[in-house]
């Protein structure tokens, strides 16, 4: 073992941390706390074929990109991840990840169960933190406070969300969001934590 | 998965932690740190046949016995590890260990590699990290400052340090002690972070 290597991650190489929580589970605020926190740590910004939202912006919330392009990008196997959400593709590039990390940048995915279990199947040794909602009444309050959301909608999403915790296990940490400071303390340990991790 | 457990170690149950390093390590100044920092974290008081040193008190530092009490407690099963350091035993009760952690309380065994790799065996969740010296100059500088050693001793403490670090990858962690402060802050991140962990 290399001695010169320790509380540096893998060798010098970037960690990968995936970050999911259900819909309302307060994801966002924890990640922008995060970015703020964390000097090492870079977003990974994911390709999408939804519309952008009014305060989006290309290429720095999503790349927005057409659907024909997105399959023709998954038939060339250019993604790590990718996955159908409420009828949309969402896709992070295999490359994008690979030049952060290979420059010693820790990755933070900011991504759903379902390209979360892609990744973990993917790259062994990427980190998966599960944010938990504090229960889902508070979630649901939180859903309807947003108020981007018709009722029908509210519903599916919060059995979605039902079905979304169920994979917390598939997770190598899940973090309380009841708070959302000790919530964004607690992911910078885990992140501080892997990077004084033995790896094989 | 019970929700209501998370963040809250293992199932509501307490997390062994192992701490090691080399002579002239620093372990003991972190250990220090540490026990100010983290409330529910406790030490676990070892058993020794070894003389106590004027600064130490019976039951806080060690529980100091007799070589033959101490054989008959080896030959009982009663010890999580012990180990034979410079002609003395040194031991953890798993009585002690357990009637901490049974009742929520995080444990920190301060031991040596050899007893490390016996709580491994025995306690597969323990989760060991070690405590990296800068550097062996740096080590020997710190042990010569100690002043408590003939150069004899220290020569082989020196030699013993070089065979300890050849064991650093049997550990979780490592954290490197080149700032006390850091150093500190990094274990605490360890143990916070081994909370929100998820265990199958």
């Not at 399959?71 to 790590?80: A, C, N, T």
């Not at 199947?121 to 889902?136: Q, W």
């Not at 309807?144 to 979605?160: C, F, I, K, P, S």
Request: with cysteine; glycine share 10%.
């Amino acid at each position: 073992m290399d001695l010169s290597t320790i509380g540096n991650g893998h060798g010098g190489k970037g960690l990968l941390f995936v970050i999911s929580s259900v819909s309302g589970g307060g994801k966002t605020t924890v990640i922008k706390g995060l970015m703020g926190a964390l000097e090492s740590l870079r977003m990974s910004v994911s390709h999408t074929t939804r519309e952008p939202r009014p305060e989006e912006v290309q290429g720095r919330d999503y790349h927005f990109i057409s659907e024909n392009l997105f399959e023709e990008m998954v038939q060339g196997d250019l993604f790590l991840e990718w996955a159908q959400v409420y009828g949309r593709y969402y896709g992070t590039l295999r490359s994008t990840v690979d030049s952060l990390t290979g420059n010693g940048l820790d990755v933070l995915l900011d991504i759903d169960v379902q390209g979360a279990m892609q990744v973990k199947k993917r790259e062994k040794d990427a980190i998966l933190i599960f944010i938990v909602p504090p229960g889902e009444k508070e979630q649901e309050r939180r859903l309807r406070e947003r108020g981007t959301e018709r009722d029908n909608d509210l519903e599916m999403r919060l059995e979605a969300a039902r079905q979304e915790l169920a994979f917390i296990h598939e997770y190598d940490y899940s973090v309380l969001n009841d708070d959302i400071k000790e919530a964004v303390s607690a992911v910078s340990c885990i992140i501080r934590a892997e990077r004084c991790r033995n790896r094989a």
